[in-house]
């Protein structure tokens, strides 16, 4: 099947291409180019991690891990806006460590404590029960 064109259109009119110019083409007639270097993108700057260490100072500060990372982020920070990048780099993984390091602790005491609660209170209700059965058995035991 074939595709037909109306019939009441023609083709657009066409100049034909003359000879080939004998002269070179003069050069103050077109535009001049431009050349742009583009440079690559500068690497990100690294990470201070700086709200993280003062949520570990400021909420759980176990052996005061939270303040020593608050401060080795504020060093990061300064040698960032320093353009020192392998010392802020330095600064800020040694900071995430220290937080790493505090929040392991925390989660550690955390359980730890609820372990303690727990056990302390099925010792107390233990203890007591043994109390209650104890009067059961002899009625005149205590004060009077």
């Known amino acids: 099947m074939e595709r037909s064109r109306p019939r009441g259109q023609g083709l657009p009119p ?4 003359g000879e080939p110019m004998a002269e070179p083409l003069a050069m103050e007639g077109l535009c001049r180019s431009t050349v742009v270097t583009v440079e690559p993108a500068p690497p990100p700057p690294p990470r201070d991690h700086l709200a993280w260490s003062l949520c570990s100072t400021l909420y759980t500060n176990v052996c005061c891990l939270g303040f020593l990372a608050l401060v080795f982020s504020i060093k990061s920070r300064d040698r960032k806006l320093l353009g020192d990048y392998s010392g802020a780099l330095s600064y800020g993984s040694t900071a995430k460590y220290l937080n790493i390091t505090a929040l392991v602790l925390n ?4 359980i730890l404590l609820i372990i ?3 056990t302390g209170t099925i010792t107390l209700v233990n203890l007591f029960h043994q109390q209650q059965l104890q009067r059961e058995q002899h009625p005149y035991f205590g004060p009077t």
């Open 14 to 17: 066409y100049e034909p291409l």
């Open 107 to 110: 989660i550690f005491v955390a």
């Open 116 to 118: 303690l609660v727990a």
